[in-house]
């Protein structure tokens, strides 16, 4: 099983330039979640999906949008990139709404704005 | 406002040492707290999570102590390893809805 994939690994993007970011999972997981990762502050969640056509913002949502078109997919999108969103960017799964159910992360994307 | 506070911010242990991290809370509603670990380039991974109604849940070499009435909880790892080295991070949620919030994090080097 390969878990939880981004894409890309790394990006460096202009000032004002928009991207989008592929979260994939195969573990028929129901939420997912994009957090960012800074120095000194841990993970933040950005937003989440509790499941397909789902989804709500989480503690710094601005600037970012998400869609869940299909339940193994969740996508992160920047349309106006700034310097401010230089940071790592991890997506998570899990099964449900239960909080023993572990999360399972990506690897990450690092994304650097110019 | 971090909802959930970590120190240190980073630590240098010897091998075979004790190494400490602690984290503290306000929310009385979270009522689960589980550690990540990530090592460089990797996602965090559940290393070891403990539910308020214990006070110590040990998993091998890891350790959760878990304080209610003082809303503080830690990890303590035993004879600490070179590849124990990563970013720890505590965390913690309510019950349902499985949103965590975590700590800041903290960097152990675990010196051969």
């Known amino acids: 099983n390969a878990g939880v994939t981004q894409t890309p690994k790394f990006r460096v993007l202009k000032t004002g330039q928009s991207m989008t970011l592929l979260c994939a999972q195969d573990?028929?997981?129901?939420?997912m979640y994009w957090y960012r990762q800074d120095p000194g502050m841990g993970l933040r969640l950005i937003h989440y999906s509790v499941g397909e056509g789902t989804t709500a913002k989480g503690e710094v949502p601005d600037g970012y949008n998400v869609s869940r078109l299909k339940k193994q997919n969740f996508l992160l999108g920047l349309e106006s990139a700034a310097p401010s969103q230089t940071s790592v960017y991890f997506c998570?799964?899990?099964?449900?709404?239960?909080?023993?159910?572990?999360?399972?992360f990506g690897d990450g994307t690092r994304l650097s704005i110019l | 406002q971090q909802q959930v506070k970590q120190s240190p911010q980073s630590l240098i242990v010897q091998k075979g040492g004790i190494s400490i991290i602690n984290c503290a809370y306000e929310n009385t509603a979270f009522d689960y707290f589980p550690w990540y670990q990530q090592f460089p380039g990797k996602g965090p991974a559940l290393l070891i999570a403990?539910?308020?109604?214990?006070s110590e849940k040990k998993e091998g070499r890891f350790t959760i102590s878990f304080n209610k009435s003082a809303k503080q909880f830690s990890l303590h790892i035993m004879d600490s390893q070179p590849g124990d080295s990563a970013t720890y991070f505590c965390?913690?949620?309510?019950?349902?809805?499985?949103?965590?919030?975590f700590g800041a994090g903290t960097i152990l080097r675990v010196k051969s």
């Open positions: 965390a913690a949620s309510s019950v349902y809805g499985n949103k965590l919030v």
């Open positions: 998570a799964s899990t099964l449900g709404q239960l909080s023993n159910q572990p999360q399972h």
């Open positions: 403990i539910r308020p109604d214990v």
């Open positions: 573990m028929n997981h129901e939420y």
